[in-house]
């Protein structure tokens, strides 16, 4: 089992900037990929960014690409997303999630809800015009 804490969202203008942090309790960190979704009002939630176990590969969506940063810190079990140049369309419930892909041959679809175990409870972000 592994526990997940978001927090750090808030309220940004337009053209700012924040950090989301997600905190793991439990189980070998560095055993899991690590991802954050979004769900915004009347919207199904959607896959923002991840980081693969070693952290040698990251992927975004599209909408979020060159604006959006995820990293991971293994000695702090957290990982992290920087959010640059916010819009509006930006604000959502951003949600961490965590896979166990230690085993060999587990199958891991990046940007796939049901691909993640664990999530934490998520953080609110509100992007002013």
């Known amino acids: 089992q592994v526990q997940l804490v978001e927090s750090g969202g808030g309220l940004v203008q337009s053209g700012g900037s924040l950090r989301l942090s997600c905190a793991a309790s439990?189980?070998?960190?560095?055993?899991?990929?690590m991802a954050w979704f979004r769900q915004a009002p009347g919207k199904e939630r959607e896959f923002v960014a991840a980081?693969?176990?070693?952290?040698?590969?990251?992927y975004y969506t599209d909408s979020v690409k060159g604006r959006f940063t995820i990293s991971r810190d293994n000695a702090k079990n957290t990982v992290y997303l920087q959010m640059n140049s916010l819009k509006p369309e930006d604000t959502a419930v951003y949600f961490c999630?965590?896979?166990?892909?230690?085993?060999?041959?587990?199958?891991?679809?990046?940007?796939?809800?049901?691909?993640?175990?664990?999530w934490g409870q998520g953080t609110q972000l509100t992007v002013s015009s």
């Open positions: 999630a965590a896979v166990d892909t230690s085993t060999p041959g587990t199958s891991w679809n990046v940007g796939r809800e049901a691909s993640y175990d664990y």
């Open positions: 439990g189980r070998t960190f560095s055993a899991y990929a």
């Open positions: 980081f693969s176990r070693s952290g040698g590969n990251t």
